[in-house]
């Protein structure tokens, strides 16, 4: 027969290892935050390619924003153009649907680089300052690295179901790579 005593520190010495486990991550109060920084930021970007593409917004269309890109010492202005819009209106949907998060997250982290690169004057608060893109730029990295949380398309993904973070550190380390390269193509 064992002691009462011997049986109630078992229950006792196990209850601190199960306090000590750290509380899951995916709640509902973090995937809704996730959720509206994705909507927020990804209708923004994509807001931002459509000032490229079509002009809307009081954007420059193909033809301003090209000028703009040739002016900023990109070759091809209008081709420029195109690509930018696109990254950013694609990479935006992307990011606001949580669709291909981390490569979404990615194509914005690499335009933002280069519009950080364009606009940097030295100066880091508005008007002249980059305050802006870097908020952009951060906010795109950092759901690049956590995932889009539970409401999401890529939950239906199976590849992407259970982000990892090796996914989103590939991806945000190949939109920094291809932003330097566009960075290296301008004068």
Known sequence: MTSPSATATKPQAAAPAAQARPAALSTPGHDTGLLLLRLVLGLTMAGHGAQKLFGWFGGGGISGTGQF????????????????GLTETLGGLGLAAGLLTPLAGAAVVGTMVNAIAVHGT????????????????????????????????????????????????LALALGVVLAAVMLLVRN
């Open 69 to 84: 890109f040739t002016a900023s010492g990109y070759p091809a202005g209008d081709a420029m153009a195109v690509l930018a």
């Open 122 to 169: 030295g100066a880091f608060f508005a008007p002249a300052g980059i305050e802006y893109e870097l908020l952009l730029t951060a906010g795109a990295a950092a759901l690049t690295l956590t995932g889009p949380g539970r409401y999401a398309v890529d939950g239906f993904l199976p590849v992407l179901r259970a982000h990892r973070l090796a996914h989103g550190a």
